[in-house]
C-alpha cells in the first residue's frame, strides 16, 4: 500500500479546560486490497482517497472510530471520477464516518443493499453519512430480487446531496430500518438529495424512501426528509411510506410524480411546507395519503394534481377496525391546516380504500370500514380556475371530520357537498414559473384556532404567522420568485440528469446482411429505413437500445431461425418501433419476445402499419420483464398459435409485465390461443394495476384452442376498456370478464357467434398479506 502523508496539522482545542490536538492525514489508494488495509488502520482524522477509475466488483467494509471533531473519511480523488461497477458494495460501521464522491453505475450489489449504514446486524453505524454520491441504475439482474440501494440503522445518520435514479427491481430505493434498540429513535436525516426518475415498477415494492416497516410500526424513528427533489418519482402509489413514529417531511419538492406520500403504519408525522406539482393532465399525481394517528399536514401547496382515490390531493383513509400492523388502521386526532390547494381536482377525498361493498369475496379482517374521527380540516384555501362541483369527495361519510374557516374560489360552479366552504372572490400570482398561488379574500376570515395550533408559527416561506396570521399555506405572495425546479439546488455538485437532444440518424438499408451491421453500429434513437424486398434472418436481431425499423411498404422480414426463439429479441433499455413492417415466421418462432432471464430494466414495444404472421407467438414477455408501454397500432395478427402473451407474473403479489397495454385498429384472424392474455394477481394496491386499451379492432375465428373459453384474458387488470370492436365466429364462451368493482368497462362491440361479454362485481383474488 501507498501511504503518504500529505500534511498533519495540529489544532489547540478547548475541552473542560484541556488542550486536545487533532492531527488529520491522506492515505492515497489504488485498489481493493489497500483500501482494506487503510481502512484496518485508520484513526481518527484520516482521509482515505480513492484514485480515480473503475473500481470493479469491490465490496466494501468501512468500519472506523472517528470522533466529531476528527471524522474519518472515505472519499474519491475527484467527485464523480471514482466508478464502483459490477458486483459491488458498500457497508459502513462504527462512528463518525463520511463517504463523499463515488458514483455507483453498470452492476448491482451481491448484497442486499447497494449501501448499508451496518456492516453486520450488531455493528451499525452512528454519527455518519453519505454524501455527494451518486447511484444510477444499479439494478439487480431480476426484477423479482428486491434490494435496497441505500439502508440506514444506527442513529444520527445522514444521506445528503445525492442523486439517487433508475431502481427497477422491487424494493424501496431508501429505507430506515428500526430494527434493534441500536436503531430506534434514530434522529436521521435524509437531505437535500435530487431523487430522480423511478420508473413505474408494475408491482408493489417500489416506494422511493420507506421509514421503517409494519412490524416496528410502534417505533419512535424522528426521521427527517428534508428538502429534498423528487422527480418523477413513479415506482408505486407510495413515493415516501412512513411506518414508523415522529416523523418530519418539510420541505421537499414532489415533481410530476405518480404517487403520495402515505403516513402508512405509525403515527405523529408532520408533513410540513412542501410542495406537490403535477401538471394537470396526468390523473396519476398524488399528493398525501393519511393513514394512523396525530399527524400534522400543514403548510402544503398542492399544484395542478388530478389524481384521485388512493392518490387524491389529500386522500384520509377509511381503516380496518381492531387492524393487525400491517394492514390499515383507523385515522384519528390528524389536523389537515392552513394548506393551498390549486386547479387540483377534488382535492379532498374522505372514506378511501372503504371496501364494504367486496364483503362477499373478503374476510372480515380486510374490510376497511372504520371512518375517521376527531379530524379536523381547517383553515384551508382551494383554488378552481375551472370550477369543481365536487371538490369534496366522501367515499364513506366524514361525519368525524370537522371543517372550518375553508375557502374555495370555484369560478361559479355550484358545490354539491361543501360542507361548510366559504365561496371567495381569489385572484392568482405568480410566484415562479409556471406557478401561481390564490390571494386576497383571506383577512375577513376568521381563522380556526385548535388545540397547539400556536405551534404553527411559519408560513410556506418561512414568514411568521405573527403579526398577520391568515389562512393558507402562504401569507404574502408579491415579490417572490421562486424556482423550485433548478436542479443545482438538489443532489451531488458534480452530476446533472439533464440530457442533451441528440440527432437522429437515418441508415438506410438494402440487405440483411446490412440489416444486421446497421442495428448493431446504430446508436439508441435512430432510425433503420428497409428499402423494399424480402430480409431472410436465421438469428434473432437483438434490440438493447431506442431503435426504430420502417419501411415506406413492402419491406418483408422472414425469420427462419430455431423455434421458441424470437426474430426480435427486446433486452434491458430494448425499445422498438416497429413501422409498416411485414414480419413472418414458419410457424414455430416468436415475432418479439423479451429475455428469458436477466431483463434488469424496461424494455418498450410499438407496432404500427404492420403484419405479423406465421408465429408461435406474435409476442411472448417472459416472467420479470417490464414494460412501460406496449402499443400495437393498425396491424394484422395472422395464422398464429398466441398472439400477444403478458401473463407470465403469477405470483400474485400485485406484480404485471405491462402498464400500458394498447391495441387500436388491429385484426387478429385465425389466432388459436392466448389471443391477449394481460395478467395481474392479489389485491394489491399499490400500484396504478395495468391498463388495457382494446378499440375499434376485429377478432375473427380466434380462440378455438383457448382453454379456459374467454378469447380477452385480462384477470387483475384494474383498468379495462373495451369499446367499437368487432367480434365474429370466434369459438369460446366468453369474448371477456370484466372485473365491476374496478374501472372495467365496455362499450359499442358487435359480437357474432363468439359468446358475451360479462361482468363480475367482485373477483376473488388472492390475499397478499
Known amino acids: 500500500m501507498k501511504k503518504m502523508i500529505i500534511f498533519s496539522v495540529f489544532l489547540t482545542?478547548?475541552?473542560?479546560?484541556?488542550?486536545?490536538?487533532?492531527?488529520?492525514?491522506?492515505?492515497?489508494?489504488?485498489?481493493?486490497?489497500?483500501?482494506?488495509?487503510?481502512?484496518?488502520?485508520?484513526?481518527?482524522?484520516?482521509?482515505?482517497?480513492?484514485?480515480?477509475?473503475?473500481?470493479?466488483?469491490?465490496?466494501?467494509?468501512?468500519?472506523?472510530?472517528?470522533?466529531?471533531?476528527?471524522?474519518?473519511?472515505?472519499?474519491?480523488?475527484?467527485?464523480?471520477?471514482?466508478?464502483?461497477?459490477?458486483?459491488?458494495?458498500?457497508?459502513?460501521?462504527?462512528?463518525?464516518?463520511?463517504?463523499?464522491?463515488?458514483?455507483?453505475?453498470?452492476?448491482?450489489?451481491?448484497?442486499?443493499?447497494?449501501?448499508?449504514?451496518?456492516?453486520s446486524k450488531s455493528k451499525v453505524a452512528n454519527h455518519s453519512s453519505v454524501s455527494n454520491c451518486v447511484i444510477l441504475d444499479f439494478n439487480n439482474l431480476e426484477r423479482d430480487q428486491d434490494n435496497?440501494?441505500?439502508?440506514?440503522?444506527?442513529?444520527?445518520?445522514?444521506?445528503?446531496?445525492?442523486?439517487?435514479?433508475?431502481?427497477?427491481?422491487?424494493?424501496?430505493?431508501?429505507?430506515?430500518?428500526?430494527?434493534?434498540?441500536?436503531?430506534?429513535?434514530?434522529?436521521?436525516?435524509?437531505?437535500?438529495?435530487h431523487f430522480g426518475p423511478r420508473p413505474r415498477k408494475g408491482g408493489a415494492r417500489g416506494e422511493t424512501i420507506q421509514l421503517g416497516s409494519s412490524f416496528t410500526s410502534m417505533s419512535p424513528s424522528n426521521t427527517t426528509i428534508a428538502n429534498n427533489l423528487f422527480e418523477e418519482c413513479n415506482g408505486e402509489v407510495e413515493i415516501i411510506s412512513s411506518k414508523t413514529n415522529f416523523n418530519i417531511i418539510k420541505n421537499n419538492v414532489f415533481y410530476k410524480s405518480e404517487g403520495s406520500v402515505v403516513t402508512r403504519h405509525g403515527n405523529y408525522v408532520t408533513i410540513d411546507g412542501n410542495y406537490f406539482i403535477g401538471d394537470g393532465i396526468n390523473e396519476q399525481y398524488g399528493g398525501i395519503r393519511i393513514v394512523n394517528t396525530g399527524h400534522w399536514v400543514i403548510n402544503n401547496l398542492f399544484y395542478k394534481l388530478k389524481g384521485s382515490n388512493f392518490r387524491s390531493p389529500l386522500a384520509?383513509?377509511?381503516?380496518?377496525?381492531?387492524?393487525?400492523?400491517?394492514?390499515?388502521?383507523?385515522?384519528?386526532?390528524?389536523?389537515?391546516?392552513?394548506?393551498?390547494?390549486?386547479?387540483?381536482?377534488?382535492?379532498?377525498?374522505?372514506?378511501?380504500?372503504?371496501?364494504?361493498?367486496?364483503?362477499?369475496?373478503?374476510?372480515?379482517?380486510?374490510?376497511?370500514?372504520?371512518?375517521?374521527?376527531?379530524?379536523?380540516?381547517?383553515?384551508?384555501?382551494?383554488?378552481?380556475?375551472?370550477?369543481?362541483?365536487?371538490?369534496i369527495v366522501e367515499h364513506d361519510k366524514a361525519d368525524g371530520v370537522t371543517f372550518k374557516s375553508n375557502i374555495i374560489y370555484n369560478n361559479g360552479v355550484e358545490i354539491t357537498n361543501g360542507h361548510g366552504l366559504i365561496s371567495k372572490e381569489l385572484n392568482l400570482t405568480e410566484i415562479g414559473k409556471e406557478l401561481s398561488v390564490p390571494t386576497t379574500g383571506f383577512d375577513d376570515v376568521e381563522i380556526y384556532k385548535g388545540f397547539d395550533f400556536e405551534t404553527i408559527t411559519d408560513d410556506l416561506f418561512g414568514n411568521s404567522r405573527a403579526d398577520s396570521n391568515k389562512i393558507g399555506a402562504i401569507l404574502n405572495a408579491a415579490n417572490v420568485n421562486l424556482d423550485l425546479l433548478d436542479k443545482s439546488k438538489y443532489g451531488t455538485s458534480w452530476f446533472s440528469n439533464e440530457v442533451e437532444t441528440k440527432e437522429v440518424t437515418t441508415h438506410s438499408v438494402n440487405n440483411t446482411n446490412e440489416l444486421v451491421s446497421k442495428l448493431n453500429a446504430a446508436k439508441s434513437g435512430d432510425i433503420l429505413d428497409l428499402k423494399a424486398g424480402s430480409y431472410t434472418i436465421a438469428q434473432s436481431l437483438i434490440i438493447n437500445k431506442t431503435i426504430t425499423i420502417t419501411s415506406k411498404g413492402n419491406a418483408e422480414i422472414l425469420y427462419t431461425g430455431a423455434k421458441e426463439t424470437p426474430a426480435l429479441e427486446l433486452h434491458p433499455y430494448g425499445k422498438l418501433t416497429l413501422k409498416n413492417i411485414k414480419l413472418k415466421g414458419t410457424g414455430t418462432q416468436y415475432a418479439?419476445?423479451?429475455?428469458?432471464?436477466?431483463?434488469?430494466?424496461?424494455?418498450?414495444?410499438?407496432?404500427?402499419?404492420?403484419?405479423?404472421?406465421?408465429?408461435?407467438?406474435?409476442?411472448?414477455?417472459?416472467?420479470?420483464?417490464?414494460?412501460?408501454?406496449?402499443?400495437?397500432?393498425?396491424?394484422s395478427i395472422v395464422d398464429c398459435e398466441n398472439g400477444l402473451e403478458l401473463s407470465e407474473e403469477t405470483n400474485d403479489r400485485g406484480d404485471y409485465n405491462a402498464e400500458y397495454f394498447t391495441i387500436d385498429n388491429c385484426t387478429f384472424n385465425n389466432v388459436k390461443q392466448n389471443v391477449v392474455d394481460y395478467y395481474r394477481g392479489g389485491y394489491d394496491e399499490s400500484t396504478i394495476g395495468g391498463n388495457l386499451l382494446l378499440t375499434n379492432s376485429t377478432f375473427v375465428n380466434c380462440g378455438a384452442k383457448e382453454k379456459n373459453g374467454i378469447l380477452l384474458n385480462h384477470r387483475g387488470i384494474v383498468n379495462v376498456d373495451i369499446n367499437n370492436n368487432t367480434f365474429k365466429n370466434n369459438k369460446v364462451q366468453f369474448v371477456s370478464i370484466l372485473w365491476g368493482a374496478k374501472n372495467n368497462k365496455e362499450s359499442e362491440n358487435n359480437l357474432t357467434n363468439s359468446g358475451k361479454i360479462k361482468t363480475e362485481e367482485n373477483l376473488v383474488m388472492k390475499l397478499m398479506y
Open 592 to 635: 418479439v419476445a423479451s429475455l428469458k432471464k436477466n431483463m434488469s430494466n424496461h424494455f418498450g414495444l410499438e407496432v404500427t402499419d404492420s403484419e405479423i404472421s406465421n408465429f408461435n407467438y406474435a409476442l411472448k414477455v417472459y416472467k420479470q420483464s417490464f414494460s412501460e408501454e406496449v402499443i400495437f397500432k393498425n396491424t
Open 148 to 193: 435496497l440501494w441505500v439502508q440506514l440503522y444506527g442513529k444520527h445518520n445522514t444521506l445528503d446531496h445525492c442523486y439517487i435514479a433508475g431502481k427497477t427491481n422491487g424494493g424501496p430505493t431508501v429505507r430506515v430500518d428500526l430494527k434493534g434498540n441500536q436503531s430506534i429513535k434514530n434522529y436521521h436525516q435524509i437531505v437535500n438529495n
Open 13 to 119: 482545542l478547548m475541552a473542560c479546560g484541556s488542550k486536545s490536538p487533532i492531527s488529520t492525514s491522506s492515505i492515497n489508494v489504488a485498489n481493493i486490497e489497500e483500501l482494506n488495509t487503510a481502512i484496518k488502520d485508520s484513526k481518527p482524522g484520516d482521509n482515505i482517497v480513492l484514485a480515480n477509475g473503475v473500481w470493479k466488483d469491490v465490496e466494501i467494509k468501512f468500519i472506523g472510530e472517528g470522533t466529531e471533531e476528527s471524522p474519518i473519511v472515505l472519499k474519491a480523488e475527484t467527485e464523480g471520477e471514482v466508478f464502483i461497477e459490477g458486483v459491488s458494495s458498500l457497508e459502513i460501521s462504527g462512528n463518525y464516518l463520511k463517504v463523499n464522491g463515488l458514483f455507483f453505475r453498470n452492476g448491482h450489489s451481491p448484497k442486499t443493499n447497494v449501501i448499508a449504514f451496518r456492516t
Open 316 to 391: 384520509i383513509m377509511n381503516g380496518i377496525p381492531k387492524s393487525p400492523l400491517n394492514r390499515y388502521n383507523q385515522v384519528t386526532d390528524v389536523v389537515v391546516a392552513y394548506n393551498t390547494y390549486v386547479d387540483s381536482s377534488s382535492p379532498w377525498q374522505f372514506g378511501v380504500g372503504t371496501n364494504i361493498a367486496q364483503s362477499d369475496v373478503l374476510p372480515k379482517s380486510e374490510i376497511r370500514s372504520a371512518r375517521p374521527l376527531r379530524t379536523e380540516v381547517v383553515n384551508n384555501v382551494i383554488y378552481n380556475s375551472v370550477g369543481d362541483a365536487n371538490p
